[in-house]
């Protein structure tokens, strides 16, 4: 098992910078993967960020060069630094880890209203 305890988040405006942390903890030596997905009101989860256990990340095209995945294997964190935000970043954002084995976790989510 594998809990996933998400903080930061909060208000900011349009411009503006953020910092969502996650700290995993339970049986953390089978984490793979990690990532950060978000679900705006009215929409489906969607992915923005995930980063491997040797370091190589991947974004989608709508945070790209804006957010920056990062991680702590001796921590067990993954963090997720958001500049230059958009109202339409406006979302719950959930942290996501993938086991060795396949399984999968996430947090219970942080909200993130970026206003124009």
């Known amino acids: 098992q594998v809990q996933m305890v998400e903080s930061g988040g909060g208000l900011a405006q349009a411009g503006g910078s953020l910092r969502l942390s996650c700290a995993a903890s339970?049986?953390?030596?089978?984490?793979?993967?990690m990532a950060w997905y978000r679900q705006a009101p009215g929409k489906q989860r969607e992915f923005v960020a995930t980063?491997?256990?040797?370091?190589?990340?991947n974004y989608a095209d709508s945070v790209k060069d804006r957010f920056t995945i990062s991680r702590d294997n001796a921590k067990n964190t993954v963090a997720l630094q958001m500049n230059s935000l958009k109202p339409e970043d406006t979302a719950v954002y959930y942290c996501?880890?993938?086991?060795?084995?396949?399984?999968?976790?996430w947090g219970q989510g942080t909200q993130v209203t970026v206003s124009s």
């Open positions: 339970g049986s953390i030596f089978r984490i793979n993967v």
């Open positions: 996501y880890s993938r086991t060795t084995s396949g399984y999968t976790y």
């Open positions: 980063i491997s256990s040797d370091g190589s990340t």
